[in-house]
Structure formats: C-alpha cells, structure tokens
C-alpha cells in the first residue's frame, strides 16, 4: 500500500508540473531544461517504478509461496521513497533556473544541486538494492505464505501458493460478493 500510495503522490506532481510545462508562458522558460527532465521522471519512473514494485510486492507471496520481511520491505521503501525526492525535485529548481537538458556539463552555480541529485541517487540505489535483497532472501529462506496471506476474499487466493498450472481442478462456485467477508 505504501507504493501504490507513493505512486499517487509522484506520478500526481509528474501530472502537476506537466501542466505548468503545457502552459504556453511557462513553456517558453522551461521548455529542454531540466525541469521537463523531472517532470518526466516523476511521471514514468514515479508512475510505473512504485507502481511495479507495489504490485511486486502484493504479489510475491502468491507467485512464490515465500514471505518477504514486511519491516524490511517498510524500510527499503521509506529509502527509496527519499532517494526518489532527493534525486528528481532538484531537476525542478535546475530548470527554473535555465540548466539546459542534454549538456554532458554544466556551470558552476548549478554544481550544488547536481551534487544533491547526485546524493539522493545513491540514496534511491541503495533504497531498490534493499527492497530487492529483502526478496531475493525470501526466495531462499522466507517463511512459506500460506494461500491466502493477505487475508483476500476473491478467488485466486483461494488457490495454494505458488498456484498449480492448472489453478482450479474443477470450476469454482461462487456464493458470496466478492467483498461480503462473510457478513
């Protein structure tokens, strides 16, 4: 939930800044800065990267019948979460401020928040490099997820995890909506 929550933040800021950048007075300034480089990020990367990891992380259990350490997931996320405004919200400032897109270097009075950017990547590896680990260990030495661990009432949790290649040996019934949890 942290990563769908996550992706409604950046990808709605991406959404933002992309009308700012459609507005023909503003374009006109920030139109090859580095401001429609963070719009961009905050847009594709925001949008599909937490999004991914998100469905990643909701999925997991039931793709490989593991379960990750949620407080280390909880961690890695909060890091990478950080890295990611570290990183991009700078790009804004930058292209506010004239630094053009595509330059291999840049004036000196646009170094500190380069060095910024330059930090929170290594803030936002680190914080993907621990989500990632968290998984691949529980590929190895998780506890097994039973068939439904998050607590679902629709039919695919009501499969053993890993599901068999075939999922159901015969035709479910279905008696209840979806979402009664038994009431």
Do not use: Q
Request: charged fraction near 10%.
């Amino acid at each position: 939930m942290l990563c769908a929550l996550s992706f409604i933040f950046y990808f709605s800021i991406g959404g933002i800044t992309g009308l700012t950048a459609g507005a023909l007075a503003t374009d006109v300034h920030v139109h090859d800065t580095y401001f429609i480089v963070g719009h961009f990020h905050y847009v594709m990367f925001g949008g599909t990267g937490f999004a991914f990891l998100g469905a990643l992380h909701y999925w997991f259990p039931k793709m490989f019948g593991r379960r990750y350490d949620e407080r280390t997931a909880r961690v890695g996320w909060a890091i990478f979460f950080v890295g990611f405004f570290v990183l991009y919200s700078p790009m804004f400032s930058l292209g506010l401020h004239g630094m053009p897109r595509r330059y291999y270097t840049y004036p000196p009075e646009f170094h500190a928040l380069h060095a910024v950017s330059t930090v929170g990547s290594w803030i936002l590896a680190f914080g993907l490099a621990l989500m990632f680990w968290n998984l691949a260990r529980a590929l190895r030495s998780g506890k097994t997820a039973g068939s439904n661990p998050w607590g679902g009432t629709t039919l695919e949790w009501t499969v053993p995890s890993p599901p068999p290649a075939e999922d159901f040996p015969e035709i479910p019934t279905v008696t209840e909506a979806p979402y009664g949890y038994g009431e």
